[in-house]
């Protein structure tokens, strides 16, 4: 009641005639209904909604978040990455991919930069290979093989013969006697055999070797008398010149075929019962470099959403829309796709520069991640690594900065009108709890209501058990809440927000 009367005397006060007596309101009838107090509250935080208005999505989620991390339900600000190998890779050329060799000797890290092969090893980058006369068309796949008891790294460019690297030096894979000298651009290994395609001359064409064995080997895909089964050769996938073959990708019991405008897949484990089928999917085309598996689920990203193939078909993900705005002005036609610790990651690229688009496998959640330029990514040992912008190998998800680069990251609620439109919302208080991660760390807070914006910033306590209020203003009938870091300041907050407000409406 002292709340209503309060408000009565803000009424009166508005509506009372220098001599005492009362004017007439805008609408004669028109009274205040007394105040209520309520609290908008977001009890946990999970990621990116864009596939709906603003007013009917749930308060877990953001249509516009940059560089946080809610895997626990939580809101911080993620990690960035720090450098991994301290030297750069040499050139100036664009960097096309980065895969991990894991050769006899130890692991090696390979970059193709322009026409050149580059491995680390030995604490230094060492030139091992370059594409004579150059590449054009900057396509680069990786298979890793054995041949003849000896591993090694696959290198096919689409435009010159395959080139293999035993962790030592490289030199060209296959001959002419053993039909296996074909400029090819994909590769897969399946059933104990190298699958190639790509092939400008024959951009239909599927390709395989021989089963190795005896004095077979993966280097040869010619018939072998006597026996079909262990013999290579090749099949025309599809008719048409303008669906060529663009992707391999090997499942444990099938071979995908991606073509520019259909999916097939060949099952089977020899030549006599090797079958091509066109599969049910309604999807756009992906890049090869986006195709990413984790578990024996397949994985792709497409101009319309994160799309996965599941055995049977392939379809967008039932979430793909959650991202629609993002992708709607992003080129992902070259974008870059990897698997580490239960999450996919995708490079892509637009106007403000690009990023990776996160995407969490168990809670179905996506996020955004933005403020550096990518290269290539590549995983391996769980952990996501990405060339930056100054040609060196990081760690992603590790430290505070972007290669001392800060961070900058938000996280803004939907703008609502909690579907009561006649309703005024009062703003009174910013209620969590938090933690900074480091001295004298701010966090800015933003309240949007209606048109007005009242900007706080808050010094984060250093323990968590205590709870922050922050006096809010301002009234309208919808709003909104952006929070965001401080020149790359970390935080977290703990048990999600309180949005304190009164609201009442006018009648008539």
């Known amino acids: 009641r002292s709340v209503s009367r309060g408000l009565g005397d803000v009424y009166k006060r508005q509506h009372t005639a220098p001599s005492g007596r009362r004017n007439e309101p805008a609408h ?13 509250r977001i009890d946990e935080f999970m990621g990116l909604d864009q596939s709906m208005g603003e007013n009917g999505m749930a308060a877990s989620y953001s249509p ?6 809610t895997a626990d339900g939580e809101l911080t600000v993620a990690k960035g990455y720090t450098r991994y190998i301290t030297s750069a890779i040499p050139g100036t050329e664009a960097i096309r991919r980065m895969f991990l060799f894991h050769s006899g ?32 068309g900057g396509r680069v796949d990786f298979t890793e093989a054995r041949i ?34 074909k400029p090819v651009s994909y590769l897969a290994a399946y059933r104990s055999r190298l699958f190639a395609a790509g092939d400008s001359s024959c951009p239909n064409r599927l390709y395989w070797s021989k089963l190795p064995g005896g004095s077979r080997t993966i280097e040869s895909w010619g018939e072998e008398s006597g026996s079909v089964n262990v013999s290579g050769g090749h099949t025309e996938i599809g008719a048409s010149a303008g669906d060529p073959i663009v992707g391999l990708a090997a499942l444990s019991n099938q071979l995908l075929i991606f073509k520019k405008r259909s999916l097939y897949r060949l099952i089977g484990d020899k030549p006599s019962n090797f079958t091509v089928e066109r599969i049910d999917s309604d999807v756009e085309t992906a890049a090869y470099t986006s195709l990413v598996m984790s578990g024996d689920m397949l994985y792709f990203m497409t101009k319309g959403g994160l799309c996965r193939f599941n055995g049977v078909s392939a379809a ?10 993002l992708l709607s002005g ?31 496998l168990v809670r179905h959640t996506y996020m955004l991640r933005r403020g550096f330029d990518v290269g290539d990514i590549a ?10 912008s ?32 006649s309703g005024v919302k009062a703003m009174r208080s910013l209620c969590f709890r938090g933690h900074a991660q480091g001295a004298a760390t701010a966090m800015n807070a933003e309240v949007s209501v209606g048109s007005a914006r009242a900007a706080t910033r808050v010094l984060l306590p250093t323990e968590e058990s205590e709870v922050v209020e922050v006096p809010l203003k301002n009234e309208g009938r919808t709003f909104s809440l952006r929070i965001a870091n401080e020149a790359g300041g970390c935080f977290t907050l703990r048990g999600g927000i309180e949005l304190s407000f009164e609201t009442w409406r006018r009648v008539e």
């Not at 001392?404 to 703008?415: D, M, Q, S, V």
């Open 28 to 40: 004669s009838e028109q009274v205040v209904k007394p105040m209520a107090r309520k609290i908008y």
């Open 64 to 69: 516009d978040a940059c560089n946080m991390d």
């Open 105 to 136: 000797s130890g692991d090696q890290v390979i970059v193709v930069t322009g026409s050149s092969v580059y491995a680390y090893r030995e604490g230094v980058w060492v030139l091992i290979y370059t594409f004579t006369g150059g590449l054009t």
């Open 148 to 181: 003849d008891a000896t591993d090694y790294l696959l290198i096919a460019s689409g435009e010159q013969q395959i080139v293999k690297y035993n962790g030592t030096k490289s030199e060209l894979f296959g001959s002419s006697d053993g039909l296996s000298d």
């Open 316 to 325: 967008l993900m039932s979430d793909a829309r959650r991202i629609k705005k």
């Open 330 to 360: 992003a080129d992902v036609s070259l974008s870059k796709g990897a698997a580490a610790r239960s999450k996919l990651y995708y490079s892509f690229d637009d106007a403000k520069g690009g990023g990776i688009i996160e995407y969490d």
């Open 379 to 388: 995983s391996w040992d769980g952990r996501l690594y990405i060339v930056n």
């Open 390 to 421: 100054g040609r060196y190998v990081c760690l992603f998800d590790d430290g505070k900065s972007y290669d001392g680069k800060n961070i900058e990251a938000w996280w803004r609620t939907p703008e609502t009108d909690l579907f009561d439109k």
